[in-house]
């Protein structure tokens, strides 16, 4: 397959700066409160993954370190929500935006469910913190059904194919043909958002476990372009969230780090986070 270009949606860049600069204010207060008020990691979480894909808007490439630090900052208060949801002390260390903190334990919280489990697995992933990573994977099912209510059994089935993928438990295939199945248009309540977004990746890992180099960069690309319609639409066209595809760029460092070749370009998926260049900048 030869190299593919997938260009980003248009996107207003005019008042990026000053948006930045107040996204990062929020999200400080948030991160200083944290320790007084532990469930406040709901929230910080999305602003920080609000503003790590804000700062690709204008460093497309994620090749500028503020960009790298954003990265790291969402990834580090995703792994919180899920260390203070599961740890069984009264509270428990993490390490966010460059200081130790201190949380305490919140067991399970409105937050605490399968979306923001994807998000912090996905960041972990293009962070490469193993260790995150492996926390994440005993995060147990039955605590993110607690406050799942809405999320599809879809889900659900892709968590477990990831959880025991990285863990190396056994049917890992049988779990992906699972998700893929609940993914069945006629069975979900949103179609449009279940194919555009959440059926991809799993294509995506499915071409990875066979080590289906062709396929796999036709899954990305197919990936991005579903990615690309879905934020294009006009009621989705100036969400922040469009900016960069996350569950695509997670599935793509894992192809890359077990030697698949990368063959598409997309402001989507940033080229410098697919390639672990950043890793090791600063202690983490």
């Avoid at 792994?79 to 966010?96: D, K, L, M, N």
């Avoid at 409105?110 to 992933?125: D, I, K, R």
């Avoid at 147990?140 to 889900?155: A, T």
């Avoid at 595809?245 to 402001?267: N, R, W």
Wanted: negative net charge; proline residues 6%.
């Amino acid at each position: 397959m030869s190299h593919t270009s997938v260009p980003r949606h248009p996107f207003p860049t005019g008042t990026a700066e000053a948006g930045l600069a107040v996204l990062q204010e929020e999200l400080q207060e948030l991160i200083d409160g944290l320790e007084a008020d532990s469930t406040d990691l709901g929230d910080t979480q999305r602003v920080a993954l609000t503003l790590a894909q804000s700062h690709c808007l204008l460093d497309p490439r994620a090749s500028i370190f503020p960009t790298w630090d954003a990265w790291v900052s969402a990834m580090q208060v995703g792994s919180a929500v899920f260390a203070a949801a599961t740890t069984t002390e009264g509270h428990v260390q993490c390490r966010i935006a460059h200081k130790d903190r201190t949380l305490r334990a919140t067991g399970a919280q409105w937050y605490v469910h399968p979306g923001t489990w994807l998000s912090a697995f996905y960041l972990a992933v293009v962070c490469r913190e193993k260790d995150r990573i492996t926390a994440l994977c005993r995060v147990p099912l039955s605590l993110l059904r607690e406050n799942g209510s809405r999320f599809g059994e879809y889900d659900y089935a892709w968590i477990d194919t990831l959880q025991t993928y990285w863990l190396g438990g056994q049917d890992l295939v049988t779990k992906l043909v699972t998700a893929v199945d609940a993914t069945d248009p006629e069975a979900v309540d949103d179609p449009e958002t279940v194919g555009k977004l959440l059926y991809p990746p799993m294509e995506m890992f499915h071409r990875f476990i066979r080590r289906d180099q062709d396929g796999f960069n036709k899954a990305l690309a197919n990936a991005l372009q579903w990615h690309k319609q879905y934020w294009s639409d006009e009621e989705q066209a100036f969400q922040i969230s469009g900016l960069v595809a996350l569950a695509p760029l997670a599935m793509a460092c894992i192809a890359h780090d077990a030697g698949i070749p990368i063959e598409v370009e997309s402001e989507y998926v940033p080229a410098v986070l697919i390639k672990p260049n950043w890793c090791g900048e600063f202690p983490t």
